[in-house]
């Protein structure tokens, strides 16, 4: 079992950067595919990134392609989430998730872990 805790969220203006991180419990860390959700008042929780264990491979949400980067340091049990070109419609609850059901791929769905979240606001 993994334990995961983010950290990172704030408050920032539209257009600006904020950088979250997901520190994982065990020694096990590179053996989970990990991934970023968030979840926006009155609306489902949608994935937003992913990474595969060795970190080679990723996939984002058409929605932030090109302005969010995932990646990983199994050495520190982490992963970030590089959040850039922020605008009002990414406010939400971000959820860092982990999964080890498969091998070195990105997932979606069937995440078995998740940490609480962190709170991600910005102002238009």
């Known amino acids: 079992q993994v334990q995961l805790v983010e950290s990172g969220g704030g408050l920032v203006q539209a257009g600006g950067s904020l950088r979250l991180s997901c520190a994982a419990s065990g020694r096990t860390f590179s053996s989970y595919a990990m991934g970023w959700f968030r979840q926006a008042p009155g609306k489902e929780r949608e994935f937003v990134a992913g990474i595969s264990r060795s970190g080679g491979n990723t996939d984002y949400a058409d929605s932030v392609k090109g302005r969010f980067t995932i990646s990983r340091d199994n050495a520190k049990n982490t992963v970030y989430l590089q959040m850039n070109s922020l605008e009002p419609e990414d406010t939400a609850v971000y959820y860092c998730?982990?999964?080890?059901?498969?091998?070195?791929?990105?997932?979606?769905?069937?995440?078995?872990?998740w940490g609480q979240g962190t709170q991600v606001t910005v102002s238009s």
């Open positions: 998730a982990a999964d080890r059901k498969y091998s070195d791929v990105v997932i979606r769905y069937g995440y078995d872990y």
